[in-house]
């Protein structure tokens, strides 16, 4: 089955700074993937996803790239707030299928 | 209304208790899961329904039931369950089972086994 995994553990930036989360999948029948933010005493919520017939997507200060050839994705959060404090969470999964995979996560700590 | 609510937000049971973890959607979604999350670790797939029907069980003990009474409904019922089974229980909808589709995550129930 799938499985995937997300780098690093917990990242700490300063305010304005970027963010850069990586994760590596193992299906290469895997063909949607989605970021979540959870934050504290919430569910996960979804922020972006990209399918594999695109390399990059953008929204605002949020953008998501993927390499189908290497099996990885990766979020980049720019000018960062201290709002972005959260879990990330990457995702992957196979649409012909029902099950997401989630990655290990991302704590994310932003310092004003 | 993207809005998935669940109902206790928290929960405290004996071993030899008996409770139901109740969620519900009003998006239309005909596709509604559960998920187990301990702390500092991702969601963990238990259940699927599609179209209220079971599709998947990932494994899950028996001491945990699963129900969906309607397509807006998702019931979880807990029985002579364990200190480890302590963890947030996350319900999630989404358009269908299969595909691309967002997953629209509840708050979660805070469930403690004693």
């Known amino acids: 089955g799938e499985n995937v995994e997300q780098h690093p553990s917990t990242l700490s930036v300063q305010e304005g700074d970027s963010a850069v989360i990586k994760c590596t999948y193992s299906d290469s029948a895997s063909n949607y993937f989605p970021w979540y933010k959870q934050e504290l005493g919430k569910g996960p919520q979804l922020i972006i996803d990209?399918?594999?017939?695109?390399g990059e997507k953008k929204d605002q200060r949020i953008a998501v790239t993927l390499n189908k050839t290497a099996k990885h994705f990766s979020l980049h959060i720019t000018e960062t707030q201290p709002e972005d404090s959260a879990v990330y969470f990457c995702a992957a999964k196979n649409t012909g299928f029902q099950k997401l995979v989630f990655g290990t996560g991302t704590r994310l700590l932003v310092s004003p | 209304d993207t809005e998935v609510t669940q109902t206790p937000k928290h929960l405290v049971m004996g071993m030899t208790n008996k409770k139901s973890l109740k969620c519900e959607q009003h998006?239309?979604?005909?596709?509604m899961y559960w998920y187990k999350q301990k702390a500092k670790k991702p969601p963990e797939l238990m259940f699927v329904y599609s179209y209220e029907k079971l599709s998947i069980n990932e494994s899950v003990p028996s001491r945990f039931s699963p129900e969906c009474p309607n397509s807006s409904l998702l019931n979880l019922h807990l029985h002579a369950l364990q200190p480890e089974d302590s963890a947030l229980y996350l319900c999630?909808?989404?358009?269908?089972?299969?595909?691309?589709?967002?997953?629209?995550f509840g708050p979660g129930t805070r469930l403690t086994v004693t």
């Open positions: 990209i399918r594999s017939n695109v």
């Open positions: 999630a909808s989404s358009q269908e089972a299969t595909g691309g589709y967002e997953q629209y």
């Open positions: 998006m239309g979604h005909r596709a």
